[in-house]
Structure formats: C-alpha cells, structure tokens
C-alpha cells in the first residue's frame, strides 16, 4: 500500500524555525517529484514548495521564498520541509503530495496528485 506519513509538526513562535518531514512506504520517493502544500480551515490547499526526482526545488508560493527550503534524503525515503523565521500566516496544516511524476508543476491543481498525506499541523503563535 502507498502511504505518504508527515511529521514534525508543533507549535512554533514567530521568527522560530521548524522542520517538517514526509516519509514514504509502499514506493520510493526518489523516483517522483514530491510537493508540500498547506491549508487553513476554510480555505483550499496551497501550493508550498516542490523537489523533483533530480533534486530541482520550485516555489509554489511568493510567501515563503528566502524563509522555506525543500530537500531530500533518498537513503532515508524521506523529503523534508524546513521553514525559518515562521509567520503568524504560516500556521497551517502541512502535507507532502505526489502526481507520481518527476518533475514539478506549479500550475498543476490538487486533482492531479495522485497520493496525499493526512497532514501535520504547524502553529505559529507567541
């Protein structure tokens, strides 16, 4: 069974840094693209970051370039989000997704990722 599981998650003050992880079971992260979005409630899923199978990162978001990066530990079938200098408007609930090809899309919606996580909740709050 594929399954995509985040973790990290917690609760963060602003200007704190954070790293979120999605690990993988079922297949090999390595050979696909992996994209991490966010959501509040009320509101759809946002396109965060991306890496492809090659180790390319892709904004999705003005809002987070400079402060998140994106990166990949294959012999650990792991991807990782790691976000400094966190923003009130950062909180969210944060999944990792894949349209199981290798490159990334910031066009793409979120009909065409084919495996999601359940999320992992980040707080930014004093």
């Known amino acids: 069974e594929v399954q995509l599981v985040e973790s990290g998650g917690g609760l963060v003050q602003p200007g704190g840094s954070l790293r979120v992880s999605c690990g993988a079971s079922g297949f090999t992260l390595s050979s696909y693209a992996i994209s991490w979005f966010r959501q509040v409630p009320g509101k759809g899923r946002e396109g965060v970051l991306c890496i492809s199978k090659h180790g390319d990162a892709t904004a999705f978001s003005d809002s987070v370039k400079g402060r998140f990066t994106i990166s990949r530990d294959n012999s650990k079938n792991t991807v990782y989000l790691q976000m400094s200098n966190l923003k009130l408007e950062d909180t969210a609930v944060y999944y990792c997704?894949?349209?199981?090809?290798?490159?990334?899309?910031?066009?793409?919606?979120?009909?065409?990722?084919?495996?999601w996580g359940r999320g992992t909740q980040v707080t930014v709050s004093s």
């Open positions: 997704a894949t349209d199981l090809g290798p490159f990334c899309f910031p066009q793409a919606s979120t009909d065409e990722y084919d495996y």
